[in-house]
Every structure is written in structure tokens, then in C-alpha cells.
């Protein structure tokens, strides 16, 4: 094929057409001429419905009969190219080179050669899934389209017909007491009248009520215990008769109803434990629940591992209490292995006798991170090229049941540095360091604030705190607290140290959505200018306003963190939410309030106070959503929106905690901080060789970005994506024009400047990247241009005066005319984007 390829190139060239050598080629990829006389390539397939209007969810239907045709079309190589050319053109005997094997492995695709047989089989199970739909006069075709030689594009027209509705449901069991548990449990069953039937239901209805059972005593229940679903549509046209049967048991113990009996838990088991309680050296029973010990003391108290059993002698078998002490003595964090086994009892065959088998982690654990990363970004001196090369190393310790209580203790120091590799400028650029000193308890301690919640009535009737909200705390949350400390230096603008210490819990409240809570937090922020950011500071009131000294100070409440991971649908989609809201400085100013209201004199607070007491509150969304068409072609996308705001006298929400985009994570294009707010244009953003004095920041964030993933070959995976976005103030600035967040157009009163409206200030930049996937690294290149930028320019980047009132949307957009590398901003990062 190479040959054959260059030749091409040589003539193309040859004959003046450069031009049209993309067609040339794509003509020259003709996969049909490998192909045998008898043999047809399916080029394309669609599913036709032909009675739409009858069919519920009718996107995703056709959907799901799309992915019940048996032979799939090939695809492209970068969109272009059909894959299945790479394979025929490098699939003769000669071709046994490197580059013939990596051609036909690699990047090609074995054809899809059409068949007939495949396809009625493939109509024939798309009519039989509608029926199991419940649409069971539905019927299926197949039609080839053979408008090309030696190609088909297949249809496959599909009817659905009338669905049936459920018109009643009917349960039944030979034992009496099943029977009465299941008449019980068909209050919230999944097949209800009225609804459409849905034979998938029945499926559905049957897990349900398996896992009933097993949770009312019937240990060895399960779904094939289940008669087929009878279905009579004789009584009513359009309707169906549902009857729901339990088998009559062939083995007795199928339908017997199990009590818990003894509970015995070996902390410390390992494969050579002695099975009789004569060889361990402590045995001792805490509520009817023996626990024994190989050595004279127990490695974790028993009162703690208690807690997390809830198996309890006396009840009934409860499949839900059994998976939730696994789940619970697994999230200690402090064994290797938790077994749970059940054994009916010899003596009393309606007894499950069950053991708990805990096998110990080693108590500690030494590890280390390292990190390298680029960051486009210079030095403050001219001409110093935008890449800094940074380094910092992690070491960590780690104390799993540190007092005996299956307490976790993680300590972790940080060092790093950024240094300039081409000695323009100062070698060392950025130093970072920073400890951090984290307890986490696996319980939940109440300290009485949620005891209080759970007191307090809503006019509504309820209570702010529900109780079983605080049992699934008690029973799920473990509690943390924290201390750290960073030291952060940029040399010759300006050093920060950050002390803080926390107090709250983390509560997975299910499999896919978890809690972060902090209460009790103090944060102290003390910063040092240089004497070039004092100049800067000078130049703009309101960065000087945000970057001081400050407390962060909560006692009641500091932050909720919301996390919840989508699973993906049969159609590959999921959809991941998180969330925060965070306020600093409510009980200091409640107080103040307080004290206030007590004084003969209606006091305040100074300035100089209430600059120094950070008050504050922030919310921000993040959702995402991600296609998966292959597993390893997607499509990913991240809307965010973030707001913060002063209160209670504060000027100006702390630099710190203020948004920015820019950067190798969030508008590619821009540098960070570089971008904004609002329409305003900062003069050194527009200079390469000042990324690291920028500092734009806002208090409103809105920004879309669409990601197209693909596989390349090898581990190496392309993506083509699009960033949309900005930040801007919630004030205005008139230190910088054109930064507050308006929805409609507004003039100065002097007429010096029109305010723009948020929407014609969104910037857009697109781009390509690369990315290495090393499983446990993904190494990701992306280049993006900005395309529109978020102030009118005369198309290749530089601000232009216009009539404020009359400004085209093209002044805008950029032209593309006389791109070079320069125009073009790289950014290299550790993982996906979003």
C-alpha cells in the first residue's frame, strides 16, 4: 500500500493538484476491489420505524433495535478513511513488513461482508424484543439497497403494531406464609394497571421480590423460584390478564423461613486459625455476639466492631443487614479480607449459624508520589519563552487502627519546585511546600448539632433532620479531622503561608453519590508582596481589596461538597454531578450582630476588621455528561457555573477563593488568569511573555466545553474539543471596563463605554490534542486557537475601538487568515480534562 500510496502523491504533485490530493486519495481507497465477485461490503445500516406515533420512548427504542443487528459497517480512520481498506490492501502474502502488519492490525478493521441469513435473523429478533415490549403483533424486514456495485446499505423496516396495556395482577403461593408476604409486597410492585405491559418488568418484579423475601427470612430465595408470567388477552381487546406464580418447592429448605442463630467473629483469622474457641487466647460475647482473638488483645475493640454488624441472633436471615456489615467492616479501611459465612445450624434446621472472618491489613504503610508537569506560563523578565518544568515529591504514612479503634491516621509532607530548563531567567521560579495531618474515625460522632436537627420541626409537618437521614449517618458517616500547612512562594511577586484546620464527615450515602461536610474550619491566609506586585496592586483597587490577610473562621458551618457518579444506560450514557456551597464568616458576624444589638451605640465593625475576617459565601455546579459509542470513541462534555459574593460589610470575595479560567484544564486557549472578566482586556495577557503576572479573577463563572475522544492506534488516543466561556464581576470595576455580568447592553453616563451583555462576551477556543494512555497515566498535549474572543478585535487578536452601541458580532471572531505557531497555545497535563 505505501507504494501505491506515494505514487499517488508523486502525481498529484506532479500534475499541479495539491489541491485536490484529499480527494485523490479518498477515491483511491476503494476496499470493494479485494473483495470476491460474490461478495458485497455492508457500507451502512438504519432501523425505519414505520408507526412512530404508537411507540413510547421511541428514540430509544429504535436505539436498542439498532444495536440488535447482528453485522455492524466498519468505520473511518480519522473520520476519513474506511478501515477496512487498510486491512484488505495489507492482507496479501508479500505483506509481512512492520508497517504491512501494523496497516492490517492496527489501524484496519477486518469487512463486514453482507449477508442475508444475518440480517432476517437480525429482523427477526428486533420483532421479537418489541414483543417482549408488549407490542406482540410487531413484525420486522429487511431491505437491501445495492444503488452501489459491490456495496449495501441495509434498512430495516420495523412495526410495532398496538401495545398492550396491563388490565389486572393477580399473586399466588402454595405456602401460606409466603403468600401472605407476597399479597404484602405487591403494594409497591413494578407491574401496575393501567401501565403499558413491559415483559422487562416481569424481570424487574422478580429481583424485587427475591430480594423481599430474602429479607424477611428466606435465605436461599432467588428468581428462578418464579413460574413463567402467564399473559391472557382473550378477556379484552388491547388488554392483558397478568398472573404472577410461586413454584411448589422441590427441596424443603427452598421455602423455609431462617432465623440468625449464633454470630461468632474471628478479628484476627488467618488460614492457619484453629477452628475449635479453645485455641484463641480471648473469647468474650458483647450482646450475644462472641468475638475471639488469636492473640490477649483484641486488635480493634469489640465495641467499635459492633457498631458495623448488624446481623443480630434471634431475627430473622436479612440478605440487606448481611451485605450492609460487609459493606460497613470493609470501610474501615483496616482488613484485607472480610469473609461472612452461614451454615445452617445441625440441631435446629431453621437456624443460620454465621461466622465473620476478619483478616488484618498490615497496621502501617509508607508510600510517596511523584509529580512532573509543564505550565505554560514565564518568568516577569522580556523574552523569556512561556514554559516552566516543575517537580515535587510526596512522601506519606499511613496508621490504619491507630487507637485500636479503627481510626486511620494519614500524614503527608509536599515538596516542589518550578524552575526555567533555558536559563533565561531565574533558574527557580515557584517553590511549594505543604504538610497535612488527617484522622479519619469510622463513626459517626455527634458532637449534638445533629441530634438538635433532628428535633427541630418544619411547619410543614417532618423535621429538619429526618430520622432516617441520621440513621443512615450513624450507620454510613465517618468522621474526619485535619490539619495542614502550605507555603507557596512566586519569586519577585509575592509568598503566602495557609494554615487551616477542619472538622466534618464523609458520608457515601449509596454506591454513586457521596457527601463531603466540613463544620468546624479556620483557615489563616497571611501574605508578602514584592515590590512588582505592590505596583500591581496599586494599579487595581480591586485586587488589592481581595488579597490581604485574612481569617476564615466557621464554627457551626464551612462547606458541603455533593458528588454523584452516573452510571451508564444500555445507550452508553452518563451523566456525573458536583456540587459545593461554601460560606466563611456566618457565627463571627452573627456575633458581631449580636453585640451590636446590646451596645448603646449603634457600632460596626471597622474596615480594617472586616478585611480582616473573610465573609464570604460560593457555590458552584459542575455536570457532565459522557457517549460512549465504543470503548474507546466518546463524547464528553462540562457545563459549570460558579457564583461567589461578599456579605455583612466584606468589599470583595478573597483572591484565593475567587474563579479564573485559562490554563490546561478549563479555555485552553488563554493562559490562566488571562482570560476576562467580562469584556475587559488585560494588557499584559495580550503580551507572551508575562503569563505569569496575570491574575484576572471573578466572582461568576460560566463555561461549556465539548470533547470528541477517539482511538488513534497504539495506546495513543486523539480528541478534537471546543471551550466556550468566561468570568466576570458581580460589581462594576472601573478599573476594569466591561468586566460586570449584564444581561442587556448599558452606556456609560458619559458615553465612554458601552457595557456589553454576558452572552457577547463569551470567548471560544478550539483545538486538537493527544493523548498517551498508560493505564495508570494519561499523558494529554492539547493545542487550541482561539477563535472569538470576548472583546471586539481587529481579527487576529488585537482590541479595536468601536461604537459600542453598533458592534458587528464578525468584529468578534477571528480570521483565519495567516495562522502561524505563535497563534496557537500549547498545554500539556496529567489526565483528562474533565
Known sequence: MVPELMGILRRTFRQGGPAILLLVLLASCNSTKYLAEDQELLVGQRVRLIDPKRIDNRSDVAYELSTLAQQKPNGNFLFLWPREYFYLANNKPKDTTRIDRFLRNTIGQEPTVYSDSISRRSAATMAEYLQYQGYFNARAYHEADRGRRNKVSLIYHVEAGKRYVIDSVSYDSPDPTLDSLLQLARQDSELRTGDPLDLNRFDQEKSRLSRFFRNQGYAYFSNAYFDQLEVDTSRRSGYADIFLNILPPQQEEILRRYRVGKVTVITDFAAISPGQASGFARDTVIDDIRFLSRTAAFRV???????????????????????????????????????????????????????????????????????????????????????????SVTPSFQNRNVFRGGELLVTSIRAGVEVDPTGNSQFFNTADLGA???????????????KFLNRVPLPGGGRLLSDNLLTQFRERASTRYGLSFEYLLIRNLYSFTVANARLGYDFPKSPTTNYRIDHLAIDILNPRTEALFDTILADNPFLQRSFGEQFFVSFLFRNLEFNRVGRVDRRGRAVTMNGEFEIAGAEVHAINGLLNAFRQENKTLTPGDSATYAKYFLTRLN??????????????????????????????????????????????????????????????????????????????????????????????????????????????????????????????????????????????????????????????????????YNYPQDGFGQPILRDGSNIPESAYWRRLQRLGLSDFTFQLGLGYPF
Open 301 to 391: 475493640r469489640p465495641e467499635i466492631l459492633i457498631r458495623n454488624i448488624f446481623i443480630r441472633p434471634g431475627e430473622f436471615h436479612s440478605r440487606e443487614n448481611f451485605e450492609k456489615t460487609n459493606l460497613a467492616l470493609n470501610g474501615l479501611g483496616i482488613y484485607r479480607f472480610v469473609r461472612i459465612n452461614q451454615q445452617i445450624d445441625t440441631l435446629e434446621r431453621d437456624v443460620i449459624n454465621y461466622q465473620v472472618q476478619l483478616t488484618p491489613s498490615k497496621r502501617m504503610a509508607i508510600g510517596a508520589d511523584l509529580d512532573l508537569n509543564y505550565t505554560n506560563r514565564t518568568g516577569i523578565n522580556p523574552g523569556v519563552p512561556p514554559n516552566l518544568i516543575g517537580l
Open 623 to 788: 455536570l457532565s455528561y459522557n457517549k460512549q459509542y465504543t470503548p474507546l470513541t466518546s463524547f464528553a462534555s462540562r457545563l459549570i457555573i460558579g457564583f461567589a459574593s461578599p456579605y455583612g460589610g466584606a468589599e470583595a470575595v478573597p483572591f484565593v477563593k475567587q474563579f479564573f479560567v485559562g490554563g490546561a484544564n478549563t479555555m485552553r486557549a488563554w493562559a490562566p488568569r488571562g482570560l476576562g472578566p467580562g469584556g475587559y482586556v488585560d494588557p499584559l495577557s495580550l503580551e507572551n511573555n508575562n503569563n505569569l503576572r496575570l491574575f484576572q479573577t471573578g466572582d461568576l463563572h460560566l463555561e461549556l466545553n465539548l470533547e470528541y475522544r477517539f482511538k488513534l492506534f497504539w495506546q495513543l488516543r486523539g480528541a478534537f474539543f471546543a471551550d466556550i466561556g468566561n468570568v466576570w464581576t458581580l460589581d462594576e470595576d472601573p478599573e476594569r471596563p466591561g468586566s460586570q455580568f449584564r444581561f442587556a447592553a448599558r452606556p456609560n453616563d458619559d458615553g465612554t463605554f458601552v457595557h456589553q451583555p454576558f452572552y457577547r462576551q463569551l470567548a471560544v477556543g478550539v483545538g486538537t490534542g493527544l493523548r498517551i494512555d498508560l493505564s495508570y497515566f494519561i499523558f494529554r498535549l492539547d493545542t487550541s486557537l482561539p477563535v472569538r
Open 436 to 450: 497535612d495531618l488527617s484522622l479519619y474515625l469510622p463513626r459517626f460522632k455527634d458532637f449534638g448539632l445533629y
